[in-house]
């Protein structure tokens, strides 16, 4: 499993190193842009056929105008190329990934969003496991449940939900998860690494990810464009901004901001 995961992650990590190689030793590609396909990541954008897709809509046909992109039938999509590969993994290595998501507090949202993180890896057939803190928890309870599913090999991917409550140091526990299970993104050397040309991060942020996933299954081609984003929060508009970069001509921010492209 792990020799598994480290040849996946090498795949990933070569297929994105190269691309930004690309980038920064031709300038002209830096206007041109690769496709998105061929930048960093997993599963999927390296490995995804688009003939395999008729697009929702050719935006290209159609322009100016507004589409709305069907995300539940993609996630299903999604869904069922994890589940097989889940079930592929089991039958042949015997065993399956493990995420592990601590939770602190009873904050409404973030039930919400675990309840469906968690759903979404039974449907997978992904393993997973949970630490419920109180809201008045210590830093140092929140650092234990850290650092016991560190130390729990069938524990390949650990989140914590966030916002955290006020009284903890989000910084110092987000520094604190192991660089190799930080599914999130959120360590502060993954999220630096995809900010810095000639550096991997091992993961992406998801909702990021999930965003471009659902331009490209959309069949909406991204290189070249101009791209804006509004917000630049640490989750979900600085990161977007970033793999825009790799593909769109221009990503900007918008903060607080009505904004005509
Ligand atoms: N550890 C993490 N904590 C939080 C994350 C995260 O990615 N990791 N993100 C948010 C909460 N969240 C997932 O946990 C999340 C919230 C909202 C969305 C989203 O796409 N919202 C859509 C609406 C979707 C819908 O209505 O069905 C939107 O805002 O347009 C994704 C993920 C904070 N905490």
Redesign the pocket.
């Known amino acids: 499993m792990t020799l598994l995961y480290k040849s996946l992650s090498r795949r990933v990590l070569l297929t994105y190193a190269a691309m930004k190689r690309r980038i920064t030793t031709d300038a002209h590609q830096i206007l041109v842009s690769p496709p998105l396909k061929s930048i960093d990541f997993p599963d999927i954008w390296t490995s995804f056929s688009f003939s395999d897709y008729s697009p929702i809509t050719t935006l290209y046909d159609t322009p100016q105008t507004a589409t709305v992109i069907d995300g539940r039938a993609i996630a299903e999509e999604i869904t069922s190329g994890i589940t097989s590969e889940v079930r592929r993994m089991k039958n042949s290595i015997g065993n399956v990934p493990g995420l592990a998501v601590i939770m602190v507090g009873q904050g409404r949202d973030s039930q919400t969003?675990v309840r469906k993180k968690l759903g979404a890896c039974e449907e997978a057939g992904i393993q997973s496991k949970i630490s419920t803190l109180p809201d008045n928890c210590t830093e140092d309870q929140v650092l234990n449940a850290l650092s016991c599913f560190h130390e729990d090999p069938s524990i390949h991917g650990i989140?914590?939900?966030?916002?955290l409550p006020q009284h903890l140091d989000e910084g110092k526990i987000l520094n604190s998860v192991q660089l190799e299970k930080d599914v999130?993104g959120f360590h502060p050397i993954n999220m630096g690494n995809l900010a810095m040309w000639g550096r991997e991060p091992l993961f992406l942020?998801?909702?990021p990810k999930g965003c471009i996933e659902l331009l490209i299954r959309s069949g909406v081609e991204i290189s070249g464009k101009k791209a804006v984003v509004i917000g630049r929060s640490n989750?979900v508009g600085l990161p977007t901004s970033l793999l825009l970069q790799f593909s769109a001509e221009a990503p900007c921010y918008c903060q607080r901001c009505a904004c005509i492209y």
């Open positions: 969003y989140l914590v939900q966030l916002p999130d942020p998801c909702t989750i």
